[in-house]
Nanobody, 124 residues
Framework: QVQLVESGGGWVQAGGSLRLSCAVS????????MGWFRQVSGKEREFVAG????????RYSNSVTGRFTISRDNGKNTVYLQMNSLKPEDTAVYYC?????????????????WGQGTQVTVSS
């Protein structure tokens, strides 16, 4: 069983930065492609960023490209999401997820393991 624990969320003013962390235990991190998703109450969970198991390739949603950076440290079993130039519309609960598929995909259905989420609030 894989456990994921997110941290680093909080409140920030528009234009500010936050770095989310996702600590993974139970299996080696390099077994999984990893993704960050976010969800606003009443809306579907949406893909934010993903990174392949070896860290060589990344994908981003159009709304965060150029502002967010996903990275991973397999030695520390941790995945990060650096968020810069934050906007009020980035406010959401952010989830870390581990995939068991062979490809880096954006659908939450392709991710088998999830963290509990961390709240990010960006004020204008």
């Amino acid at each position: 069983q894989v456990q994921l624990v997110e941290s680093g969320g909080g409140w920030v003013q528009a234009g500010g930065s936050l770095r989310l962390s996702c600590a993974v235990s139970g299996r080696p991190l390099n077994s999984h492609h990893m993704g960050w998703f976010r969800q606003v109450s009443g809306k579907e969970r949406e893909f934010v960023a993903g990174v392949t198991s070896n860290g060589a390739n990344t994908r981003y949603s159009n709304s965060v490209t150029g502002r967010f950076t996903i990275s991973r440290d397999n030695g520390k079993n941790t995945v990060y999401l650096q968020m810069n130039s934050l906007k009020p519309e980035d406010t959401a609960v952010y989830y870390c997820a581990a995939s068991t598929t062979s490809f880096l995909l954006t659908s939450p259905l392709m991710y088998a393991y999830w963290g509990q989420g961390t709240q990010v609030t960006v004020s204008s």
